[in-house]
């Protein structure tokens, strides 16, 4: 079966410093990969996706970028942190063809201090 | 664009009685829409899907969901709430590309 993992599950950084979050998945072969974030506990944003090895899709311009080194390795970094980047980020996954589910991990809290 | 929205920020459900989690979606063309429950500090879990078919889809955790094309609406419900069952819920849409578009959440609480 396939299993998502995402790590590590609590961050705290200071302002300025630099972000290296990262999800692999495990018992599928060229999935869909996204980044999502969520803040104040509610809505979910869309930041990254990616269809395949080095394909990387934008959804919003900020001071987060995301990388896909390996077919089931998706990372998301920053060099400078802002206090805004505090929340709730997410990986998940989906199989490429259909209308299939999202399957998400378990999350990272980052709070930018 | 494709974009789904859930009007109660909070619902209140004494356990034992029926619950409804309200939907509603603008979509062109035909809709896959998606429930996931999310409990504190967790990631989303996939409940049930839309894609085709039987307008009442049947989830994990006893959830079901009716897909109401006139009404544009895909509404998830349960006859029987559970203490458990508290937690947020967000329905979402998949848009052309694959992404899933999600609404603003609605926090469920079941109170004994």
């Known amino acids: 079966s396939q299993t998502i993992h995402q790590w590590p599950a609590t961050l705290v950084q200071p302002v300025g410093s630099p972000l290296s979050l990262e999800c692999t998945v495990e018992?599928?072969?060229?999935?869909?990969l996204y980044w999502y974030r969520q803040a104040a506990g509610r809505g979910l944003q869309l930041l990254f996706y990616?269809?395949?090895?080095?394909?990387i899709s934008s959804e919003v311009p900020q001071n987060l970028s995301a990388s896909r080194p390996q077919d089931r390795q998706f990372i998301l970094s920053s060099k400078k942190l802002l206090l805004s980047d505090s929340g709730f980020y997410l990986c998940?996954?989906?199989?490429?063809?259909?209308?299939?589910?999202?399957?998400f991990g378990n999350g990272t809290r980052l709070t930018v201090t | 664009a494709q974009s789904v929205a859930q009007p109660e920020d909070q619902v209140n459900v004494a356990e034992g009685n029926p619950l409804t989690v309200k939907c509603t979606y603008s979509?062109?063309?035909?809709?896959?829409l998606f429930w996931y429950v999310q409990y504190p500090n967790r990631g989303l879990q996939f409940l049930l899907k839309?894609?085709?078919?039987?307008?009442l889809v049947k989830g994990s955790y006893g959830f079901e969901a009716e897909f109401n094309k006139s009404q544009t609406s895909f509404h998830l419900k349960k006859p029987s709430a559970l203490v458990s069952d508290s937690a947020l819920y967000f329905c979402?849409?998949?848009?052309?590309?694959?992404?899933?578009?999600f609404g603003q959440g609605t926090e469920l609480s079941v109170k004994p």
């Open positions: 839309y894609i085709t078919g039987d307008n």
């Open positions: 979509v062109s063309g035909n809709p896959y």
């Open positions: 998940a996954w989906s199989v490429f063809t259909g209308p299939s589910p999202l399957h």
């Open positions: 990616s269809v395949g090895i080095g394909q």
């Open positions: 979402a849409v998949r848009d052309r590309g694959g992404k899933l578009i």
């Open positions: 018992g599928t072969s060229n999935p869909n």
